[in-house]
């Protein structure tokens, strides 16, 4: 009779968690393909299939407003990268908010992805190292993010990452991963049912570097001078199912874990 020791009962208990998660992960990045017609959602689009975004200036009773940049057509497996310098409204420069609509666009499909996002949020300044025993900080200038300082200034999105999947991957109707399905903008012809190019942005969760800080001399002032012009780019990443779903992971656990802290403030 095989005797269980402790010690072997929590080796195998690990083992085969690591097992477990090996294998999640390797669904992750290697999506089983639907095998039943019936229950198939196909990509109506290629790897190779070109693509176009726009961003325009949102107005405030939400309609679409200036043209911001229009990127050169793409095809999904390469991403594109193109930047401007754009005078953004006034309501900028005045602590007001300022947000974009995003359009994307194929010669297959026409228009079929749209989006709002913030190009201004308020945060605490940039910290830079404080001279405790002076009024001056680590580089000489006086006054800056001096301790207590907790007053929010405007920042402005600078670079707009949009991440594409380039995996034409074929989901089960009834399995499809939950940080996918809210993405998919779906199409049926008959009883085929088939979904668009999957575009994900999430300014928030983007480096900090892409967003700068609006010098407080150009905020809030009175003079009659033209406002200087803010440099905006849009910056088209082609991702694979593995690090598109990774990607989009992070985003939804971000998410969970700041309703946790609403609801225990």
């Known amino acids: 009779m095989v005797k269980i020791s402790l010690t072997n009962g929590l080796l195998v208990t690990a ?6 998660t090996a294998w999640s992960l ?3 990045f290697f999506p089983n393909n639907c095998v039943v017609p019936q229950k198939c959602v196909e990509p109506n689009w290629s790897s190779e299939e070109q693509l176009s975004i726009e961003a325009y200036f949102l ?3 939400e309609t679409i407003g200036k043209l911001i940049l229009r990127t050169e057509n793409f095809s999904i497996s390469e991403g594109t990268l193109s930047a401007t310098n754009v005078t953004p409204p006034v309501e900028l420069y005045r602590n ?3 947000k974009a609509r995003l359009l994307a666009s194929s010669a297959k499909n026409g228009l079929f992805w749209t989006t709002d996002i913030p190009l201004v949020v308020y945060r605490e300044p940039l910290r830079t190292a404080y001279n405790l025993l002076s009024s001056q900080n680590s580089i000489g200038l006086d006054n800056v993010n001096s301790p207590g300082d907790n007053k929010l200034v405007n920042f402005w999105l600078s670079a707009l ?4 999947l380039n995996t034409p991957v074929v989901f089960t109707s009834d399995a499809v991963p939950p940080e996918v399905i809210r993405l998919l903008r779906v199409t049926s012809k008959g009883s085929r049912v088939s979904y668009f190019p999957v575009l994900y942005v999430n300014p928030e969760l983007q480096k900090t570097s892409d967003w700068i800080s609006i010098p407080s001399s150009t905020v809030n002032r009175k003079a009659d001078l033209p406002y200087p012009p803010l440099e905006f780019t849009i910056s088209v990443e082609s991702l694979s199912v593995g690090k598109f779903r990774l990607r989009c992971m992070l985003a939804m656990i ?5 309703s946790y802290g609403k609801f225990i403030s």
């Open 26 to 28: 390797f669904e992750v």
């Open 59 to 61: 107005e405030a009773n």
């Open 96 to 98: 007001g908010t300022t």
């Open 254 to 258: 971000t998410g969970e874990l700041r």
């Open 15 to 20: 083992l085969g968690y690591f097992l477990f």
């Open 161 to 164: 990452r949009v991440y594409v």
